[in-house]
């Protein structure tokens, strides 16, 4: 199966430290390079990891707030000077058409955008992937997201030779399932070829803990997800919307995910990782904290 590669740009909540910007995530595969979220300076994290911003094929944009946009106007700019010539594919949560027309028209970008207002429902579906969107609980209109590469039926080629097929249509016709005649034997699809699972992997940014963000998450093989507070700081995780890093464990356990990721980190901790991290492993043992261009492929 083809990989696909996570590279984080951004994994600071509202506030940037000296080790981590603000939140960006770009997400690899095949010919697709979507970007989930652009904080401020995201353009330049694209120069320091080394990746050209030219690549971005669609842009997901999980709210409004600052640190989760005010990098749009630079990239566009960046695209722009680039002499990109593609239309820029953008979704967000409602209100979103609006808030970027505004960013675009005030910085007076010369880029082709295409804004998308979707909620709970598959937004982008192609023949083998597709990704779906689900609301999340914040102080503003937000969406989270999943990235979801279809089954693949494949055809086995130790068991082809053992029926000395011919390379021809019928193979096409095998693996798109279908029983086939050969030399006056039935060959059924299923003695010659698997089913190759795909993948799924969820991001959350800002939200409160909801049944939505298990829904979204079941079974994802990988789910990265906001820590903005630890347990201690449950009061103030409540008044912002955020998760705490007790609530991202339980939503990764109920959703019986495979990995959990925590992103978003705040500055209060930056110098004590180890708290947020050992509380989610209270509940959710295959957990780690982002870094800014930490790297991984699936």
Same mark, same amino acid.
């Given at each position: 199966?083809?990989?696909?590669?996570? =590279?984080?740009?951004? =994994? %600071?909540?509202?506030?940037? =430290?000296?080790?981590?910007?603000?939140?960006?995530?770009?997400?690899?595969?095949?010919?697709?390079?979507?970007?989930?979220?652009?904080?401020?300076?995201?353009?330049?994290?694209?120069?320091?990891?080394?990746?050209?911003?030219?690549?971005?094929?669609?842009?997901?944009?999980?709210?409004?707030?600052?640190?989760?946009?005010?990098?749009?106007?630079?990239?566009?700019?960046?695209?722009?000077?680039?002499?990109?010539?593609?239309?820029?594919?953008?979704?967000?949560?409602?209100?979103?058409?609006?808030?970027? +027309?505004?960013?675009? *028209?005030?910085?007076?970008?010369?880029? %082709? $955008?295409?804004?998308?207002?979707? *909620?709970?429902?598959?937004?982008?579906? *192609?023949?083998?992937?597709?990704?779906?969107?689900?609301?999340?609980?914040?102080?503003?209109?937000?969406?989270?997201?999943?990235?979801?590469?279809?089954?693949?039926?494949?055809?086995?080629?130790?068991?082809?030779?053992?029926?000395?097929?011919?390379?021809?249509?019928?193979?096409?016709?095998?693996?798109?399932?279908?029983?086939?005649?050969?030399?006056?034997?039935?060959?059924?699809?299923?003695?010659?070829?698997?089913?190759?699972?795909?993948?799924?992997?969820?991001?959350?940014?800002?939200?409160?803990?909801?049944?939505?963000?298990?829904?979204? +998450?079941?079974?994802?093989? $990988?789910?990265?997800?906001? %820590?903005?507070?630890?347990?201690?700081?449950?009061?103030?995780?409540?008044?912002?919307?955020?998760?705490?890093?007790?609530?991202?464990?339980?939503?990764?356990?109920?959703?019986?995910?495979?990995?959990?990721?925590? =992103?978003?980190?705040?500055?209060?901790?930056?110098?004590?990782?180890?708290?947020?991290?050992?509380?989610?492993?209270?509940?959710?043992?295959?957990? %780690?904290?982002?870094?800014?261009?930490?790297?991984?492929? $699936?």
């Amino acid at each position: 199966m083809e990989k696909t590669k996570i =590279t984080f740009l951004g =994994t %600071s909540d509202s506030i940037p =430290t000296k080790k981590r910007n603000h939140s960006a995530i770009l997400l690899s595969y095949k010919n697709e390079n979507i970007l989930i979220d652009c904080g401020e300076g995201t353009q330049r994290q694209f120069k320091i990891a080394n990746i050209s911003p030219t690549k971005i094929t669609r842009i997901l944009i999980t709210h409004k707030h600052g640190d989760h946009t005010f990098g749009l106007p630079g990239l566009f700019q960046t695209l722009a000077m680039l002499n990109y010539s593609k239309t820029v594919q953008l979704y967000g949560p409602r209100g979103i058409k609006h808030y970027i +027309s505004f960013l675009k *028209e005030i910085t007076n970008i010369p880029i %082709s $955008l295409a804004i998308h207002e979707i *909620e709970n429902k598959i937004i982008i579906n *192609e023949s083998d992937f597709y990704v779906e969107t689900k609301s999340m609980d914040h102080t503003s209109p937000s969406n989270a997201y999943s990235f979801i590469i279809k089954d693949k039926r494949r055809l086995d080629r130790n068991k082809l030779k053992k029926f000395k097929l011919p390379n021809s249509s019928i193979l096409k016709n095998l693996q798109q399932g279908e029983d086939i005649t050969y030399n006056n034997k039935q060959i059924k699809a299923a003695q010659v070829s698997y089913t190759e699972k795909g993948r799924k992997i969820t991001f959350i940014l800002d939200t409160k803990f909801n049944q939505n963000a298990i829904n979204l +998450s079941k079974d994802a093989d $990988l789910l990265i997800i906001e %820590s903005a507070f630890s347990i201690k700081d449950k009061d103030q995780a409540e008044k912002f919307k955020h998760l705490t890093a007790t609530d991202a464990a339980i939503i990764a356990k109920k959703a019986k995910v495979k990995r959990l990721i925590l =992103t978003h980190i705040s500055q209060r901790y930056e110098h004590n990782l180890s708290i947020i991290e050992k509380e989610a492993k209270k509940i959710f043992k295959n957990v %780690s904290i982002a870094k800014d261009f930490d790297s991984l492929i $699936l």
